[in-house]
């Protein structure tokens, strides 16, 4: 009979407890600390992104820190243009308020009619829904937010900027300051779970924007061809939304569809295309060809990145939804390299990543 030494199983209990302990301790700082952590964190991928291009310009001979100021640039370029694209949106639905509230009255008298609302001819459309919901305190509410999200948005897009300009000098240096602050093993360990890191990300994010480019052309071109309002927004939108896996493409079909039911109702076709459109253009690049340009390398089980959009969503609001695959990814490359995490990284894996292991 086996007999247990004192202590000798206290170890791993230990152990597993002091981490169990590090994480509590860990998600409460990053909550804590979501509106700087998250602006530090889109500054890390990103820079791990305009890393290869600045090092192509590079190698045309381009200055470097000049290089690094022109990623910075096109960066700038592209918040520019896409705040551009949505805010004239914005105000052409404004401008449309009268055609909108006309459809969206006759939609309502139907629905009211089936469902038996009670409508007041004397009130407008807007009057009439506050009346049935009493949502006037909270619409007045989100016009706030709005506001006060958009010049939050342009504050923290300019400091995404300069993080990262500054991450892509610093980056220059970083290997050799590894290697001096940290002993051979440990600075070999800790630049090979750097370079996984950043390769496996940079990747994830370069492959993800050309699909998620690819979702928003193929949704852009059929809907201005069917004739839906705001096609380019809709691409846009698709083209964002897609960085969240399965949520977000779910969420711009639904709204692309209830806009095309106010632009074209009565009119069943026109609607049934738009929703066609969606659900094809999300199924065929997102269903069927992500997968297979991915090459399932990221090796994450799909309930892991399930669970992973929960709780980034809890702790980082929309920002979190967007970065929790890459930072799921990170998470599972460290216990890769930390032999006593190893098994968490096989249980974060998919089936197929497990059985390349074997």
Not at 159 to 173: G, K
Not at 268 to 297: D, H, K, Q, S, W
Request: hydrophobic share 60%; glycine share 6%; charged share 10%.
């Amino acid at each position: 009979m086996n007999t247990l030494l004192p202590g000798e199983n206290y170890g791993k209990g230990i152990m597993l407890m002091m981490a169990f302990i590090v994480l509590i301790v860990a998600g409460v700082v990053l909550k804590l600390t979501a509106s700087v952590a998250v602006l530090l964190i889109i500054s890390i991928f990103l820079a791990c992104v305009m890393s290869p291009v600045v090092s192509a310009l590079e190698r045309l001979h381009i200055n470097r820190l000049f290089s690094i100021i022109l990623a910075g640039c096109a960066i700038i370029a592209a918040l520019t243009l896409t705040g551009i694209v949505l805010y004239t949106a914005g105000r052409t639905i404004l401008n449309r308020w009268m055609l909108y509230e006309r459809r969206l009255i006759e939609i309502y008298r139907w629905l009211g009619a089936f469902f038996e609302f009670s409508y007041n001819e004397n009130l407008n459309f807007l009057d009439n829904l506050w009346a049935q919901l009493a949502i006037r305190n909270n619409v007045r509410q989100l016009a706030i937010s709005f506001s006060n999200g958009l010049i939050t948005f342009l504050k923290n897009a300019f400091m995404v900027v300069l993080f990262i300009v500054f991450l892509l000098v610093e980056a220059a240096s970083l290997k050799t300051k590894i290697a001096l602050a940290f002993e051979n093993k440990l600075s070999l360990q800790i630049r090979k779970i750097s370079s996984d890191v950043a390769r496996e990300v940079t990747r994830y994010l370069s492959v993800k924007f050309f699909i998620s480019l690819a979702t928003g052309i193929a949704v852009i071109i059929p809907l201005q061809i069917i004739g839906l309002e705001f096609a380019l927004v809709w691409g846009v939108i698709q083209f964002i939304l897609n960085f969240i896996p399965i949520i977000g493409s779910v969420a711009v079909s639904v709204t692309a569809l209830l806009f095309a039911v106010l632009q074209f109702w009565p009119e069943p076709a026109p609607i049934i295309a738009v929703g066609g459109i969606m659900l094809g253009a999300n199924m065929l690049i997102g269903t069927i060809l992500e997968p297979r340009i991915m090459g399932y390398n990221l090796g994450i089980s799909p309930i892991v990145i399930l669970l992973a959009l929960l709780l980034w969503g809890w702790l980082w609001g929309f920002a979190g939804m967007v970065l929790a695959v890459p930072l799921t990814v990170i998470f599972k490359i460290i216990c890769e390299n930390i032999p006593q995490l190893e098994p968490l990284s096989i249980l974060l894996g998919s089936k197929k990543a497990a059985q390349a292991l074997q």
